[in-house]
T-cell receptor, first 116, second 115 residues
């Protein structure tokens, strides 16, 4: 079974600075997808970024980018120019590439606070 | 931009009562999911649904749970006889068009409290 580990329960960053959130996963599959979701206090789950395992290029989405290290099974999220609105819980998630209806497996999440 | 919607946003019920949580997935999506998140814990998969039948279910999804797509737009989760431990945030998600691999988009959640 696949597992997703987010070992840092909390992180803090100064507004306008850069922060990196760590995630590792364990799988025997070669085809899969990785995601970062943001959960603000409203508790809605908002997709931040997605990475396909077969792509060597790291995904970017405006101020958000990932460092995907397939051999190390590491998938970290970098937030540049942090804003107060980035304060939230961030979940790393894994989805198998086999079967279009594959479920998401989530990590425990990390709480990010942004200091003004 | 299309989005997944869920009703109600909050539901309070007595232990042993039946509840139905409703979701309207994104219109051209083919795959539907329910997840739950107990307060302070990670998001857990409950069930996936495709072509009018369950594709996969977790150990949590026991006989007290059922899902249905009664018409072309709604997707429901029914808990037949609620327990205290069913108190959680329940998320509906949808994904997948006929074109290929999907990202799952989540609704805003229903906060269920069982007393």
């Amino acid at each position: 079974a696949q597992t997703v580990t987010q070992s840092q329960p909390e992180m803090s960053v100064q507004e306008a600075e850069t922060v990196t959130l760590s995630c590792t996963y364990d799988t025997s599959e070669s085809d899969y997808y990785l995601f970062w979701y943001k959960q603000p206090p409203s508790r809605q789950m908002i997709l931040v970024i997605r990475q396909e395992a077969y792509k060597q290029q790291n995904a970017t989405e405006n101020r958000f980018s990932v460092n995907f290290q397939k051999a190390a099974k590491s998938f970290s999220l970098k937030i540049s120019d942090s804003q107060l609105g980035d304060a939230a819980m961030y979940f790393c998630a894994y989805r198998s590439g086999t079967g279009a209806n594959s479920k998401l497996t989530f990590g425990k999440g990390i709480t990010l606070s942004v200091r003004p | 931009e299309p989005e997944v919607t869920q009703t109600p946003s909050h539901q309070v019920t007595q232990m042993g009562q039946e509840v139905i949580l409703r979701c309207v997935p994104i219109s051209n999506h083919l795959y539907f999911y329910w997840y739950r998140q107990i307060l302070g814990q990670k998001v857990e998969f409950l069930v996936s649904f495709y072509n009018n039948e369950i594709s996969e279910k977790s150990e949590i999804f026991d006989d007290q749970f059922s899902v249905e797509r009664p018409d072309g737009s709604n997707f429901t989760l029914k808990i037949r006889s609620t327990k205290l431990e069913d108190s959680a945030m329940y998320f509906c998600a949808s994904g997948g068009t006929s074109g290929g691999p999907e990202t799952q988009y989540f609704g805003p959640g229903t906060r269920l409290l069982v007393l």
